[in-house]
Every structure is written in structure tokens, then in C-alpha cells.
């Protein structure tokens, strides 16, 4: 069995098979156990020796899709379990998520919009005034090297005339 293979799922209540010593199964899809719960109950063995549980919550709190592993014996009862979940839940933030409604949602989401779309802006907009100060340097420069040749010009011009004037001399 390889990593990639989804884990045997079982209720709560009947004892699981140890799987291979470090065989972890991916996050499920889907619920793959019937349960009146919103998120899969899966199983998890950590120690091949002892028949263990888990519980498998998502957890968006990183941005990305994670899974916290409750891992538990079979001589836990039902109620610890329970409050294992509902603190996992309320740690999570899912609970909140649950209970935004879509115009709250919509709202949130647009308000970060506008707060991205404004960062964008100022960055933008310092884009700009960073090119146009380096533009009026380099005019500035410009200038500046522009006169430099004039004066150098007259400059030669000058002992030109001061050459042939003593030569004819």
C-alpha cells in the first residue's frame, strides 16, 4: 500500500486495522464514513501496536487546505471526544466561517478587494514618481554633460587659434 492510497475508514465505535508503519493517508475528498458530522472521520495509525482513532478537521486558518489530527484511543468515551471536536472546531475559526452569511461574505470579500486594488495603487503610483525622479536626473545630467562638451568645444577652438597664432608669428 502506498502513501497515495486512501486509508481504511471505520465508525467510531469498532476498533481499526494497524496499517504499515509509516503509512499516513492523504486528507479525503469526501466524507468516506457515514457521520452526522460536517467533516470526515478517518483513521489514523500512529502506533501499529494499539488501536487508535482520528479525527480529521479541515482547517483554513493558513490559507491553504490542512487537516487537524485528533488521535484517540477506543477507551475515550463519546463526550471527550465530542469536546475534542467542538475546541478543534472553535480553534479552527470554522464555526465562524459556518455561520457567515453569503451578502457578509460578499461584503468581506469585496472590502479586500478595494484593499488590495488600493495597495496596487500606491504601489503604482510609487512606481511612477520613482521613474520620473530618476527621468528629471538623468535630464538634469544630460544638460549638465551637454554644456560640459560645449565649454570643451570652445575650449579647443580656442588653443587651435592660440597654435596657429604662434606658428605665424
Same mark, same amino acid.
Given at each position: 500500500?502506498?502513501?497515495? %492510497?486512501?486509508?481504511?475508514?471505520?465508525?467510531?465505535?469498532?476498533?481499526?486495522?494497524?496499517?504499515?508503519?509509516?503509512?499516513?493517508?492523504?486528507?479525503?475528498?469526501?466524507?468516506?464514513?457515514?457521520?452526522?458530522?460536517?467533516?470526515?472521520? @478517518?483513521?489514523?495509525?500512529?502506533?501499529?501496536?494499539?488501536?487508535?482513532?482520528?479525527?480529521?478537521?479541515? %482547517? %483554513?486558518?493558513? =490559507? =491553504?487546505?490542512?487537516?487537524?489530527?485528533?488521535?484517540?484511543?477506543?477507551?475515550?468515551?463519546?463526550?471527550?471526544?465530542?469536546?475534542?471536536?467542538?475546541?478543534?472546531?472553535?480553534?479552527?475559526?470554522?464555526?465562524?466561517?459556518?455561520?457567515?452569511?453569503?451578502?457578509?461574505?460578499?461584503? #468581506?470579500?469585496? !472590502?479586500?478587494?478595494?484593499?488590495?486594488?488600493? #495597495?496596487?495603487?500606491?504601489?503604482?503610483?510609487?512606481?511612477?514618481?520613482?521613474?520620473? =525622479?530618476?527621468?528629471? !536626473?538623468?535630464?538634469?545630467?544630460? @544638460?549638465?554633460?551637454? !554644456?560640459?562638451?560645449?565649454?570643451?568645444?570652445?575650449?579647443?577652438?580656442?588653443?587651435?587659434?592660440?597654435?596657429?597664432?604662434?606658428? =605665424?608669428?
Amino acid at each position: 500500500m502506498s502513501n497515495f %492510497d486512501s486509508a481504511p475508514t471505520s465508525p467510531v465505535n469498532l476498533p481499526i486495522e494497524p496499517s504499515p508503519p509509516g503509512h499516513h493517508p492523504l486528507p479525503p475528498s469526501s466524507p468516506s464514513v457515514a457521520s452526522p458530522y460536517s467533516f470526515p472521520l @478517518e483513521t489514523f495509525v500512529a502506533n501499529p501496536h494499539a488501536h487508535h482513532y482520528a479525527i480529521m478537521l479541515p %482547517d %483554513d486558518s493558513y =490559507g =491553504g487546505r490542512y487537516y487537524i489530527i485528533l488521535e484517540f484511543q477506543a477507551s475515550i468515551s463519546v463526550e471527550e471526544i465530542v469536546k475534542l471536536v467542538v475546541s478543534a472546531m472553535k480553534n479552527s475559526g470554522l464555526a465562524e466561517a459556518e455561520k457567515e452569511s453569503p451578502e457578509e461574505i460578499l461584503r #468581506r470579500k469585496r !472590502q479586500q478587494n478595494n484593499e488590495a486594488a488600493a #495597495r496596487y495603487r500606491k504601489r503604482q503610483r510609487e512606481a511612477k514618481n520613482l521613474a520620473e =525622479g530618476e527621468l528629471e !536626473q538623468l535630464i538634469r545630467r544630460n @544638460e549638465n554633460l551637454r !554644456q560640459t562638451v560645449e565649454r570643451m568645444q570652445t575650449e579647443i577652438a580656442e588653443l587651435k587659434r592660440a597654435v596657429l597664432a604662434g606658428r =605665424g608669428s
